[in-house]
């Protein structure tokens, strides 16, 4: 099975931004996340709409920008209005970028309980509307199971395999069963109702070369890792590490 390495710039040298994306992209990554927290939904403060419309700028591969953020909803357009700004104000395609959104987050008490399916239904589609793909993703307390009725809305589903927040955390392999239940209603629904269920499957968090064939055999498809890949000497050494 073929997947998709997304370096987190969380764990990037901001100093040198741009210098170390490129770096990466060089040496092999499908994709860049980036990490958008507020300080509410989650316990840390990292970055917004300006850093994402710098990279926006040079960056042509795929950005997978994970909105880690109390009303997700109230920041989608100028999100998408960010990623769409390329060299010298050209517009830039947003087709491959994803916008992943809290499930929690939407339409819940400010993110700290469990959010609406419809007003992630709700979120997800106005993601759409912008020609981003949408996805959604859910904390390690909370049960996916919860927002199965958004699973035919979305392009990807992101397991967080650590508590969202930081960088640098232990993975948690208990959240395979989340992963195994993606894949399985996928494949029940690529048999039953001709594929309906079309999302990728992300993980996020602790990833690193042995851990990524534990998310590899549970059915994950898209690997996020931060201070694995920008912690390394190497980093084609590491990126393709998680592909093995």
Sequence with gaps: M????????????????????????????????VDV???????????????VASLARFVKAPLDVHL?????????????????????????DVSSDYIVVHAEACGGDGG????????????????????????????????????????EYTDIVLVMTVEPGFGGQKFMEDMMGKVKWLA???????????????????????????TAKVCRDAG???FVAGSYVFGAEDYKVAIDSLRL
């Design 220 to 222: 994950a498809e898209v």
């Design 37 to 51: 927290m507020d300080g509410h939904f989650v316990p840390n403060i990292s970055i917004g709409v300006p850093v």
């Design 2 to 33: 073929s997947v998709k390495i997304a370096p987190s710039i969380l764990s990037a040298d901001f100093g040198r931004l741009r210098e170390e994306v490129e770096t990466v992209l060089n040496a092999g990554a499908d994709m860049i996340h």
């Design 184 to 210: 399985e209603k996928k494949a029940v629904s690529s048999v039953e109702n001709g594929g309906n269920l079309e999302y990728e499957i992300e993980v996020d968090g602790g990833v690193n070369a042995e």
């Design 68 to 92: 880690m953020i109390e009303n997700p909803e109230k920041y989608v357009n100028a999100f998408a209005d960010s990623m769409g700004r390329g060299v010298d104000g050209e517009n830039r």
């Design 112 to 151: 700290f309980g469990l959010g609406s399916t419809e007003a992630l239904i709700e979120c997800l589609k106005s993601i759409k509307s912008r020609g981003i793909k949408a996805g959604f993703s859910v904390k390690p307390g909370t049960a996916i199971e919860l927002y199965e009725g958004a699973l």
